[in-house]
Nanobody
Framework: QVPLVESGGGLVQAGGSVRLSCAAA????????MGWFRQAPGKEREFVAA????????MYADSVKGRFTISRDNAKNTVYLQMNSLKPEDTAVYYC????????????????????WGQGTQVTVSS
């Protein structure tokens, strides 16, 4: 198991910014590709962004491209999701996920490809 702890969620106005953090407690995160997913009320969980083990490759959902940035600090075992220009439709519970990966540049975007999940953090964007 890789305990993943998300933080940074909260209430923000439309157009504002929030940065989420995901800490991999107790184990180095550099062996894992990392991703963010979100689940809005009444909807299925969807892919948001992913970053490779090395940090050199990233991938985004079309709905957040140009507004969200995923990054990682392997020295701190932490992955970040910087969310700018937030919209009410970004309101959701955001989940961090980890995938044990041999490939340094792999950026999985399918939920079933991930091995470990955090508990989620709520982000609410008011209009």
């Amino acid at each position: 198991q890789v305990p993943l702890v998300e933080s940074g969620g909260g209430l923000v106005q439309a157009g504002g910014s929030v940065r989420l953090s995901c800490a991999a407690a107790g184990r180095t995160s550099r062996q894992y590709a990392m991703g963010w997913f979100r689940q809005a009320p009444g909807k299925e969980r969807e892919f948001v962004a992913a970053i490779s083990r090395s940090g050199s490759s990233t991938m985004y959902a079309d709905s957040v491209k140009g507004r969200f940035t995923i990054s990682r600090d392997n020295a701190k075992n932490t992955v970040y999701l910087q969310m700018n220009s937030l919209k009410p439709e970004d309101t959701a519970v955001y989940y961090c996920a980890a995938r044990n990966s041999v490939n340094l540049d792999y950026t999985p975007r399918v939920e079933s490809e991930y091995d470990y999940w955090g508990q989620g953090t709520q982000v609410t964007v008011s209009s």
